[in-house]
């Protein structure tokens, strides 16, 4: 391949998923500055993609068979891990953490029992996270699984054995195809939506409970909180809402101004006047 | 292009500047803009031309540059183009509601308009959402609309294409949205999740598999400056819009109220121009063409376009089939 290309190959794969924990970006003098982190990604791709396209040439069938059957697999194992919207907003193990805590048993009784109540709500709200998640995640997961066995079935011998760019992007835009099916036909199930739903509701509720609990020892310290801002913000919308409603109410009102006086309040020349007097 | 090469013109690129045509800044009311552009053609001698964008992403990509822009050529048409500038919301916003943007902001705009021209009524070109906002406006206030345009404006939310539309149907969404804004980072993570192969990826393999040419790196980071461009979104009226028509779909059901009025677009006594992008993944074809049904006996025009959402602004054959089809139906009315 071209090295041109091959550079070019390797740049894009820059975008495929964040950079893993604890690799280190590449300086400008390698030649792949901020692209290096991924390039191992772009590596990867190449030499599953060879091997599937030897396989392929070999003119067994079942060989060829294998051959897609692994570059499918590898694809699936390469997207397995991508940083999905519904990991995006919550850190993994939020609802993990909460169930390790006890403290979400015990009945409810004494002084600190609003607080203790407040908790268990978050812990529970923290379980639903984590279940909303798994259940994503296995969504995800048939996916890629079905998308992987639909490439598989599309990817047809004759092909040619090299690993040129045409035919690596030719595979790529096939694999995104079949990626892209599959995703569109579980996003628009039930058991995605709902799952979805579930993760919204839960992140809410949990982080509704975590602002009260905020909020309630920001005020044992007297420090203002986002209640009290926006009830001033309503109160305050509230009165210019009123003022927009009064003022066109009272111009209709009120007495008509006799016309030479409100020119004379008006005109250019009064208020030159009114400059010079002031300069004076 | 080499390695280098590539990281070199994309740093390059990625301070270009979208938007082209000039423009200046004719009204403000808090963080809204009202900007009218200058002419670079003979006038038509039509109404003014109102455009009214999304709350989501920022208007500029009405204008991306300049063999990229609808309003270029809707300026070339003799048109006189105004544009709504919604602003960035921020805490302060956040019990600014439907009500506001409609019989506040965008009544303001139009208001401004009118007097200035000593006119009765103007054309309206409402975008996406911002096409929803006209047609409730000009439901309220028909005698204020001479022609009324839609573009890639969703009217039926519950479209069996629909994806966003069944993601919130079950969402609880006074609880997520509370008393704050959303971000506008948020509802980027959830248009990318639509199509995410093809959005998070395969469009990066485009750009580097394609023509390593100067002007389309910097075309692609233009509209990549404007994908992640977000405002947050007015919590109020985020939850209204969700509840209202997503969840609710009461444009569809003639049960929709702004400021305590009933938007009834049944026989909108104005003519209709929809614009439809037949490969549009977030509002797709039938939750646009539902229009037909509403508007009744309306002079009602729907032109569709083999394009998606964002190609019908920025594609190459929308410069050349949108502003003319735009130009060439005002022209008959």
């Not at chain 1, 997207?79 to 990991?87: I, M, Q, T, V």
């Not at chain 2, 248009?191 to 075309?219: C, H, W």
């Not at chain 2, 969840?247 to 400021?259: C, G, H, K, S, V």
Request: proline share 5%.
């Amino acid at each position: 391949m071209p090295d041109d290309l091959w550079r070019q190959w390797q740049a894009f794969a820059a975008l495929w998923a964040p950079a893993a924990p604890g690799t280190q970006a590449s300086s400008a003098s390698d030649g792949s500055f901020g692209f290096a982190p991924f390039i191992d990604a772009a590596e990867r791709f190449k030499a599953a993609a060879q091997t599937f396209l030897d396989g392929a040439a070999s003119g067994s069938a079942s060989a060829a068979a294998a051959a897609a059957q692994n570059l499918s697999d590898f694809l699936r194992d390469e997207f397995a891990d991508a940083r999905l919207p519904w990991n995006a907003g919550f850190g993994p193990g939020v609802g993990a953490r909460a169930q390790r805590s006890s403290i979400s048993d015990w009945p409810a009784l004494g002084p600190m029992r609003e607080h203790q109540q407040r908790w268990q709500r978050m812990t529970e709200a923290g379980r639903r996270i984590d279940d909303a998640q798994r259940r994503l995640q296995r969504l995800w997961s048939d996916a890629l699984r079905q998308a992987a066995a639909d490439f598989a079935a599309r990817l047809q011998p004759p092909l040619s054995s090299a690993a040129d760019a045409e035919a690596l992007r030719k595979l790529y835009d096939t694999w995104i195809d079949c990626a892209e099916d599959a995703y569109a036909r579980t996003a628009h199930s039930e058991a995605f939506c709902n799952a979805q739903a579930e993760l919204v509701n839960a992140g809410s509720q949990w982080r509704q409970e975590l602002q009260a609990g905020i909020e309630h020892w920001a005020k044992l310290l007297d420090l203002p909180t986002r209640s009290e801002i926006n009830t001033l913000a309503q109160r305050l919308k509230s009165i210019e809402e009123q003022l927009r409603a009064a003022v066109p109410a009272a111009r209709a009102a009120a007495p008509r101004a006799k016309p030479r006086v409100a020119r004379r309040k008006s005109s250019p020349a009064r208020h030159k006047g009114v400059r010079r007097k002031a300069k004076r | 292009m080499t390695g280098t090469g590539l990281y070199a013109a994309l740093t390059a690129a990625s301070h270009c500047a979208a938007g082209c045509s000039q423009k200046d800044l004719v009204w403000q009311s808090g963080k809204l803009r009202l900007y009218r552009y200058r002419p670079i053609a003979r006038p038509a001698g039509r109404a003014p031309l109102l455009i009214v964008y999304a709350l989501v992403n920022r208007p500029y990509m009405m204008d991306l540059q300049e063999d990229r822009s609808l309003i270029r050529g809707l300026l070339a048409a003799g048109l006189d183009v105004y544009l709504i500038d919604w602003g960035y919301p921020d805490g302060a916003d956040r019990f600014t509601t439907l009500a506001d943007y409609i019989e506040d902001y965008l009544a303001g705009c139009v208001q401004w308009i009118l007097q200035t021209h000593r006119l009765d009524a103007l054309n309206l070109l409402g975008v996406c959402q911002g096409g929803v906002f006209s047609l409730c406006y000009a439901a309220l206030h028909p005698r204020r609309v001479r022609n009324l345009i839609t573009m890639v404006t969703p009217v039926d939310f519950k479209t069996p294409a629909d994806l966003l539309s069944k993601w919130v149907s079950k969402i609880d969404v006074a609880a997520w949205v509370g008393d704050g804004n959303i971000s506008g980072d948020a509802l980027n993570q959830l248009f990318l999740s639509l199509m995410p192969f093809r959005l998070t990826q395969q469009k990066y393999v485009d750009l580097f598999a394609g023509v390593p040419d100067r002007a389309r790196i910097e075309n692609f980071m233009r509209v990549e400056q404007w994908i992640f461009d977000s405002p947050d979104q007015a919590g109020a009226a985020f939850r209204e819009f969700v509840l209202w028509f997503y969840q609710e779909n009461r444009l569809m059901q003639d049960r929709l109220e702004i400021a305590g009025r009933q938007v009834e677009l049944r026989d909108l006594p104005l003519p209709v121009l929809n614009l439809i992008g037949k490969r549009d993944h977030l509002v797709p074809p039938d939750a646009s063409a539902a229009l037909r049904r509403l508007v009744g006996n309306a002079d009602y025009t729907a032109l569709e376009f083999d394009l998606g959402h964002i190609g019908m602004y920025i594609s190459a054959r929308a410069q050349r089939d949108v502003p003319a089809a735009i130009a060439g139906w005002l022209a008959t009315r």
